[in-house]
């Protein structure tokens, strides 16, 4: 079984347009995250949430909008597509505040292509 | 201001040629510093785990190590393999945190 699991794996879409992306994780955390990785390969944390509840908003454009229905869910809704929101998308998620004794697991990346 | 780099950006390296990995940080308040491994189209895999100035860990051809401004992720008579690239990440005491460097990618030849 997929610890991390997003979906879709690949989203093309137009500019302007309205999409979602899903993760759920079957770990039993706490802890999700949405980080952007970039065409350098740089990851970047967007929003991190615990319990249901926000923890983490970076400085992310409001046409980002977290939702979690419940703790084993965060799905990343993304309004008005900029060709700049071209990059994978990854969900991660933890037991509790990422320490020695409990690291983040990823999902595989939603890659997102806006033309 | 918290930071994480990486270096090199890049690496290639013979079959069998040893070499080692950088990653410095400046945080305030470490609460752990970790190692991926990222394959093409794949999400980051978890390696290691260090938190003290001190510590080791061992895992096949890798061992990483860490002081109080950096860690090294020495691998030791790698193979094609080992071709990834290798992110190290801080987790910090501040609303819980969790920085990425940018990456190494290696690649190894036979």
């Known amino acids: 079984d997929t610890a991390v699991s997003q979906t879709p794996k690949y989203l093309v879409t137009q500019m302007g347009n309205d999409k979602s992306i899903k993760c759920e994780q079957n770990?039993?955390?706490?802890?999700m995250y949405w980080y952007k990785q970039d065409s350098k390969k740089f990851l970047k944390i967007m929003f991190s949430y615990n319990n249901k509840e926000l923890i983490i908003n970076e400085t992310v454009p409001n046409r980002f909008s977290p939702k979690s229905p419940d703790k084993a869910h965060l799905n990343l809704h993304i309004n008005s597509l900029e060709l700049g929101d071209s990059a994978v998308y990854f969900c991660a998620s933890s037991q509790d505040q990422i320490g020695p004794d409990d690291e983040a697991f990823f999902g595989q990346g939603t890659r997102l292509t806006v033309v | 201001e918290d930071q994480v780099t990486q270096s090199p950006e890049a690496l290639r390296l013979q079959e069998g040629e040893s070499s080692s990995l950088n990653c410095s940080y400046t945080v305030s308040g470490l609460r752990g510093l970790f190692w991926y491994r990222q394959d093409p189209g794949k999400g980051p895999e978890f390696l290691f785990t260090l938190y003290s100035a001190g510590e080791e860990k061992e895992k096949e051809r890798l061992k990483a190590t860490l002081t109080k401004k950096e860690s090294f992720l020495h691998i030791t008579a790698p193979k094609p393999e080992d071709s990834a690239t290798y992110l190290c990440a801080v987790s910090t005491d501040n609303f819980n945190k969790f920085y990425f460097g940018s990456g190494t990618k290696l690649n190894v030849k036979p």
């Open positions: 770990l039993g955390h706490d802890t």
